[in-house]
């Protein structure tokens, strides 16, 4: 599997080949070393309450567009320049409900750039 990992020190993206270790010592262009935490989960696990708050204090801004009848996008800005974004849809028109459509883009959004950002909250 591959993921994304940003440099810290730069705010370099680097894709890094993932074989199920927990912390993975990764080196950018610039040759940053720098440990990222690989943090699993799935559509139905909860950011721990700590590391949603420091993720949430590094998103600048949030921006929300719905883009059918049916779906929802949502992209999250942060600080160092990183997009993520997280999406949510609905199989029938008649339950598509823009708050809830919002909201489960948001935690999706949330969910990657925690994959993402690993090693910005060690």
Do not use: W
Request: aromatic share 8%.
């Amino acid at each position: 599997m591959v993921i994304e990992s940003i440099c810290p020190k730069c705010g370099e993206i680097n894709n890094i080949e993932h074989h199920g270790e927990q912390i993975l010592t990764v080196s950018c262009k610039h040759n940053h070393f720098y440990e990222h935490i690989v943090i699993p989960y799935s559509r139905t696990s909860e950011i721990k309450d700590d590391k949603r708050r420091r993720l949430e204090e590094m998103i600048v801004e949030k921006k929300f567009q719905r883009m059918s009848e049916k779906s929802t996008i949502c992209l999250l800005i942060f600080e160092n320049g990183y997009e993520v974004e997280g999406r949510s849809t609905v199989r029938n028109p008649e339950d598509f409900h823009l708050v809830i459509g919002k909201d489960k883009a948001y935690e999706q959004a949330l969910k990657h750039a925690m994959v993402a950002l690993g090693a910005y909250l060690v």
